[in-house]
């Protein structure tokens, strides 16, 4: 992930230079480059969240974040400043994201989504245990379902809003949602059900 020591202006420009050199016309003037910094880079960390969900893997959702901040610096001339930023960062990382599908054929590796600290408390274990379901089930919906669900009930934004983001009807959202929570329900249905033995 990005590091968070490092300035923030400093790695965008620095990740610009890597992986752009030699290319004309990303030129981005001092004073955008100031509220790219304080308006844009505050969502790294949520946006690798929701990228580690959708991708199901860290190495990708590294890579899948770094992409979404170059689209974003390369473009930030047209954002609008005074409207919703996060809304924006999360449709550039959502096409990111659709292009990248476009590119390769093959699927992320399933990981872990949850850190686990040594030491958990026993009274702590249920609770852990539920949240590595809820991540499971999560990372096993289809993709239209897991990114409706995820910048639904975890970004919390609205269903006009993520119909921006994913470039479907709103009715597509609705459905989407209503189906990825649906599966979700059942699978967790089905990983708390006791286990019957047969002798």
């Not at 968070?4 to 400093?10: D, E, L």
């Not at 505050?42 to 992409?67: G, I, K, M, S, W």
């Not at 809003?161 to 609705?174: D, L, S, Y």
Request: hydrophobic content about 40%; charged content about 25%.
């Amino acid at each position: 992930m990005v590091d968070a020591g490092m300035h923030a202006g400093a790695w965008i420009v620095s990740a610009l230079g890597e992986q752009h050199r030699g290319t004309r016309g990303h030129d981005v003037p001092p004073v955008l480059e100031r509220r790219f910094e304080h308006e844009a880079l505050p969502h790294r960390r949520v946006l690798y969240a929701t990228a580690c969900r959708l991708t199901r893997n860290p190495a990708d959702a590294e890579d899948l974040v770094q992409e979404t901040f170059l689209r974003a610096y390369r473009g930030f001339a047209s954002y609008a400043p005074e409207t919703n930023i996060r809304a924006w960062l999360f449709t550039i990382l959502h096409r990111a994201r659709t292009d990248h599908f476009r590119k390769v054929s093959r699927s992320p590796r399933t990981v872990e989504l949850l850190d686990q600290a040594p030491g958990v408390a026993p009274a702590q274990e249920r609770l852990e245990r539920g949240q590595e379901d809820l991540a499971r089930a999560l990372a096993n919906l289809p993709e239209p379902f897991r990114t409706a669900v995820v910048l639904r009930d975890i970004q919390e934004f609205s269903y006009d809003e993520i119909a921006q983001i994913t470039r479907v009807p709103v009715g597509t959202v609705m459905s989407r949602i209503h189906r990825g929570r649906t599966q979700l329900r059942q699978a967790l249905k089905a990983a708390h059900a006791p286990t019957t033995h047969t002798t």
